[in-house]
């Protein structure tokens, strides 16, 4: 390699290594080694379930047939596909083919032909490539990776670290300078796995990545503009995404379910809907795990999964309007909008008006089927991970939340309301199960609690609560005063109840882990000139670092002009 090594730093993450020069020319970022390890994680299971898939499929057409003569034996039949899009209503259409570049099996005239072939991985927006070279490097039984980037000097220092990497990495990533957006839109179907993982919002690229992958395929998606997504700017996010979000204590939540909800408006489009099987919430960012499927007539559920939100202005009550509803008859099913409106013009506890945010995805944002393997895998390979505490640790409260219940309350939020002392989360959780509910945490919010209980049963609770900790007399016209004023219908049983506690929580095992390191989060764009200001994103050290190489390279240009032109003088 025609390269002074001296002029960089190699940076070793999992089995790969690269290079990176001492300026800022291509972005790399440390803390996201919680997403790389966790698409890792992700991906060895992905790959795993679809060749499950793959032999159950191969399996049921043999007893069918009653012999395995079909399989392998036509040369003019493709394969069947994946179990899942059977079960979900998939449509062939009668002028495309049927088979995908991909080797995904395909279903026709009931015949079984082919071999799995390992999956095709692409990486949208490579940078230095060190995501790829892991995928390459650590994930048995992965296929091709193709890593692209619309900058030359990214994918240059891509293509060193290729080399670097040696034979392995050689044989199986490769490296192009191209427009993510144009590049998938002229490689439609032909990935199993798309990565996008953008500086920003990945809105600009979610209709081209939808139609890239084939279908059972996986769309990885990443939201680092989580201001954006969290009620900041809602008009700017109304314009990315499609969907107006409300700034409360479940706003991180909220931010997952707007991005699958934008996700799944793109897919429509083209006949497709995807399927979530992980949605995280870490550090600065959101990310979503999502198998895409091709079906006209699965698409019409869509509506079903789709809600808008209404947040009280006064207490911490919502509520949510689904968009659409099914009317059975007999065999056939006809698809309606949604009864509304689901609450009246003033807020039933507090007396106060309504916002209105959405549509979010109100439908499960996890397979817990799936959120169990991904944990089995991630516990038996622990060395392989950098960031195995950190993803255990979100995986395993994950594996715990109830799956159909969106958003979620926050106790300290309530008692806020009626400024009341905070009862512990243990009698707040026992006085729900008690009453007949389910209830869990998020591991979104340490403070977050799940429940299936209607607003009036909590806000029940909780004035049982006040009535045995009496407050202060507060306003007549405060919130937490029109609530405490009315008589609760149910009586609260605080006596302690078995499952308060989760499994996780009654072995201790750490749920929420603080940063490694200070100065964990959010990095300088890759280009832009390091300064003063950046401290409290990079580090006093790490800026002082930079300014001094900077002054450094200024004071040798100038030395150096400085020698020219009095060597031009003496001549």
Known sequence: MSMDLNDYTIIKEGEAEILMHAKNEVFFNKTQVNNRDMSIAVLRTFISKRRQEHEALLSKRNKKNGSSSDVEDKPNDCDI?????????????????????????????????????????????????????????????????????????????????IKFNGSVACSKVESHLADARVYMLTHPKEFDVVD???????????DSAVQSVVDGGMLMCTATDMAVLCGGNGEVCYSKYGSYPLRGKYCHEMALRILLA???????RYKRYIVPVLSVQMDFYVRVFVRVYTSASAMKNTPLKLSYVYQCIGCDSFHLQPIGRTVSKNTSVRYLPGFAPVVPQECSDCGKKFNMGGPIWSAPIHDQDWVTSILADVKSMKNCYPAYERIS????????????????????????????????????????????????????????????????????????????????????????????????????????AVASLSKA???????????????????????????????????????NGCLNDLDSERDAKRQKIEKSNDAIAES
């Open 393 to 496: 640790a979100v995986l395993t409260t994950i594996s715990e939340e109830l799956p159909d219940v969106p958003l979620f309350l926050s106790l300290h939020n309530l008692c806020a309301t009626l400024k009341c002392t905070s009862p512990s989360a243990v009698i707040f959780r026992s006085a729900v199960i008690n009453a007949g509910y389910q209830i869990s945490g998020t591991h979104v919010n340490p403070l977050g609690l799940k429940s299936d209980a209607p607003m009036d049963v909590i806000w029940d609770i909780m004035r049982c609560w006040v009535k045995n900790h009496p407050v202060k007399a507060q306003p007549a016209d405060q919130p937490g005063s029109v609530i405490l004023a009315k008589e609760p219908v149910l009586q609260a049983n605080f006596a302690r």
């Open 196 to 206: 996008l993982d953008p500086y920003g919002s990945p809105s600009v690229f979610l």
């Open 81 to 161: 596909n994946i179990q899942k899009s059977n079960e979900q209503g998939l449509e062939e259409k009668p002028n495309e083919d049927p088979c995908t570049a991909s080797g995904e099996p395909v279903k026709i005239e009931g015949k079984v032909r082919g071999k799995l072939k390992p999956p095709r991985v692409l990486e949208a927006l490579s940078a230095s490539g060190l995501r790829a070279l892991r995928y390459a490097r650590e994930v048995e039984g992965i296929g091709q990776v193709v890593a692209l980037d619309n900058d030359k000097g990214a994918v240059e220092a891509c293509q060193r670290n």
């Open 262 to 268: 934008c996700i799944e408006s793109h897919a429509n």
């Open 505 to 543: 929580q009654a072995k201790k095992v750490a749920r929420f882990l603080p940063n490694p390191e200070r100065h964990w989060g959010p990095k300088l764009r890759a280009g832009r000139q390091i300064t003063s200001k950046h401290i409290s994103l990079l580090g006093e050290e790490a800026v």
